[in-house]
């Protein structure tokens, strides 16, 4: 492992399946952060992250690194879905079928993130408990905000926003201020938004690294963000992976009425025993064995 490569190269890739291997999947910019906070990379520059990926992808070329720890929500390829015949659409229906569990509960939950670098983090969180996922791509456009007030309109029960973002002048002002303010502007009312990463409370405990505000100076929401919260900024890149995946787990499970989840599950299960015997059937008879 490592021919011709300097030592502290061959460091950070060892340290780096370290980490991976308590935190996947993660991006490599959440394993920049932690080499960073270790000391092996002097900054989060553009320089040092991009010779961080370097040294993953020669890595993970090598088979040192598994490719599915490191994940790239930009990089996933859309097409139109095609199977080979009608036994095969059949039994993929089959087994992508989950009921609703949502429909019988109280409270409709959404995810949302101004960056969808943390989607791959998060995705078995989601996949889980079947809750959308909403990527901003920085501020919304009025199209999407109108969009989201009228869902929440004609739903017969309150939606949550559980929002989860840096914690820098954009990051806080979409969700304590601009988020907020055009749901309402665009008649929602039956809705809370809850920033449940990062927190003060998470800035507080001084684990992040942070980066000075003045590097925002740009950002036309600096002067509001350094009145309210001072010279600091952190990224939601830097808070631990399984953090985000508890924090995110933890503040769905608080609005699930557990008895209508249990409920949805076993008719599911119902549900998918009948299918299976449908499917048995049809099968039987398009191969001419019934």
């Known amino acids: ?33 932690q080499l960073f906070t270790r000391g092996l990379i002097t900054d989060m520059s553009k320089n040092e992250t991009a010779k961080v990926s370097r040294l993953l992808t020669v890595a993970r070329e090598r088979g040192e690194i598994p ?48 960056k969808g670098t943390v989607r791959g983090v998060i995705a078995a969180v989601l996949k889980e408990f079947g809750v959308p996922f909403r990527v901003m791509h920085g501020f919304a456009s009025a199209t999407v905000a109108n969009d989201m ?57 001084g684990d992040l690294p942070n980066f000075d505000a003045a590097t925002k100076h740009g950002d036309t929401r600096h002067a509001w963000f350094t009145q309210h919260y001072g010279w600091k900024c952190w990224e939601l890149d830097a808070m631990n992976p399984n953090d985000l995946r508890e924090r995110v ?25 009948s299918m299976q015997t449908v499917m048995g059937e049809w099968t039987r008879v398009m191969t001419g064995q019934g």
């Open 249 to 273: 787990t933890g503040a769905i499970s608080a609005y699930i009425d557990a008895a209508a989840w249990s409920h949805m599950v076993d008719i599911e299960r119902a549900e998918r025993e």
């Open 67 to 114: 490719w599915d720890w490191i994940v790239d929500e930009t990089r996933e390829v859309e097409r139109v879905p095609q199977w080979s015949d009608g036994t095969s659409f059949i039994d993929c229906a089959l087994r992508q079928y989950r009921k609703d569990y949502w429909q019988d509960q109280p409270y409709h939950i959404e995810v949302i993130s101004e």
């Open 149 to 205: 007030a009228e869902s929440i309109k004609t739903r017969q029960k309150n939606t949550v926003l559980l929002y989860i973002g840096d914690y820098d002048p954009s990051g806080l002002y979409m969700s304590e201020v601009d988020l907020p303010e055009r749901l309402d502007r665009y008649g929602a009312l039956d809705y809370d938004l809850h920033r449940i990463a990062l927190t003060q409370a998470d800035i507080e405990d």
């Open 1 to 33: 492992m490592g021919r011709g490569m300097h030592r502290q190269s061959l460091e950070i890739i060892e340290t780096a399946i370290e980490i991976l291997e308590t935190i996947k999947p993660t991006t490599v910019r959440s394993v920049c952060y």
